[in-house]
DNA sequence: TTGTAAGCGTTATCAA
DNA sequence: TTGATAACGCTTACAA
């Protein structure tokens, strides 16, 4: 459809096409106030509008960046790359978005498409299982953003949630409510999951400060579908937890429609706090008491650590952005006496 | 970082480039085997990787689709998205998203920037504002396909929710479980707004067929926030609804919030149905009766046509895809006798 | 079966 | 102040 080219806006306008670029790239200095006008004719009369391919291909850069997501329809995934559209946004870059869907053959895949393509950058959620992919990168200077979740064993600026802290702040916040019977609830431990495995050593290490000793019974690990009969069969045992930490929204789907399936009342029999900011958590009955993640800033932050990145190609040691959590305090805990 | 490029692997390889570029493009027909192997080696021993960019000057595609949405943390968006990416990523193309943010200015500008990105084609979640930006595009013979809204005086292929026919479900649903007053609960209309007129208009109508009247006071347009005081003084007044239509999830918290903020119980003094399947409909109390979007097909409808269109340039008449709503009776109405 | 050379639409260098 | 001309990295006739 697009056809008319800088050398037809040049031919009309009687003049070269390096004149032309000098006139698009604004740089009038040298440029007569008659040529400047009639390029700005011609531009308007043949409908002209630059293709951004060839100047990229000339200039090797593309004013676009990578994104890659192991979760599209996770609501911290949309909410982050809200903030790193508008970003993007705001510098005139544009975002490529891409889900690897937790497969670590198709993060691979898109990586080396996306380099093919030329993106200035890359922000990753990361599969966790792709060491030498981003290690390579890494190698060859690569800008490159971690979010969510790292690498084990590669070193790149990464900006994750402080889950040690939040962790803590879920124990401590049902300790000083008078709980003392704490489950934590998740989904199975694997070693390639940082976050995960952080929630589950931060909660262990804040029972431990707060001298609680941690049944093994009360640590839920299963997949989210199987959490509601799991739950049951803890609580037919004895020694019911009388509080719940779900390390994330998703297990706390699994811990609500458990407390709908059964006649247990929150937050009188059971308190519950988890990681995540749900939607519901204010028209839920109880209110949901919630430790959430800076989804915006984080994302905001990731954009403009790529930036750095791609501005100043050296760059120094990696860094690790924790970002504190932030308790919402509401009603699905109540001070036990 | 990268430089190695065709014409280093065709030096390595001792071949020309015409012979590499073949050999990238599979056109194995007329080569030795043993030439295969050396730029094979070649390419692996270089670390070689083709430079999308330069490809696509040459051939006019990009093998990129731009989508430009006026709302990213919707729901409906997240979901449609996520069958883009899926069918694009099927066919080995990739996704520019941008978010419009309903700033018609915004939509414009990154209609603009997306072409001169030299993307293959375009879905857009319309502001509904950009009547000429569009017809432009048309008449060019761009591949667009609009996705959740219309531009009024554009003809386009279009994917959207049959909202007639959701409105009279919400009706007919209600009336048959003996409600007879029905409210609706919308953000104010406007013109540019299809799905929002069609769904109002679909209550009218449907509520006439049944024949009841709509009480002015029973049609509830107010912006999402100040709703539940709305509410309030709507049910501070005589002739309380027995039942609330809410045209979207935004609009069901609204009704949520205020529900919770008073003594109200639902289903028993009131019930409520709403367009929009909510992640916490089934955990809710009561267990929220709603009416869903096939958002995934809707996603993958869009991308499918918009495929016909780019393959094949010159297309017939538009057409309006209308999806089925479908309608998830869970336990938030209940037989009124 | 492989190589030469001419583009694709820009930008950049250097003359004029 | 403007214009030739050579890149950028790849594809594609056409030749050899």
Redesign the pocket.
Known sequence: MK?V???DVAKLA??????V??Y??KRY????E??RKRIAQAIEELG?Q??VI??S????TTATIGVIVFNMLHMLTTQVLHAIEEECQKRGFHVIICNSNDDPEKEKKYVNMLLAKQVDGLIVFPTGKNEEVYRHLVEERFPLVFVDRMVPGVEVDSVLLDNFKAAEMAVDYLASHGYDRIAIVLPPLVAYNVPRMERFEGFRIAMEKRGFVVDENNIIAVTPALLPDELKKRFAKPERPNALFAINDLTLMGVLRFVKETDICVPEDLAIINIDDVPFADIYTPRLTTIAQPTFSMGKKATEQLFVQIEQKRKGKPRVFRFSPILKERTSIRRKD
Do not use: D, F, G, H
């Open positions: 056809k080219t800088m050398a009687n003049v070269s096409k390096s004149t670029s000098q698009l790239n200095e040298y440029m007569s008659e040529t002209y630059p293709n060839a100047r291909l000339k200039q090797k």
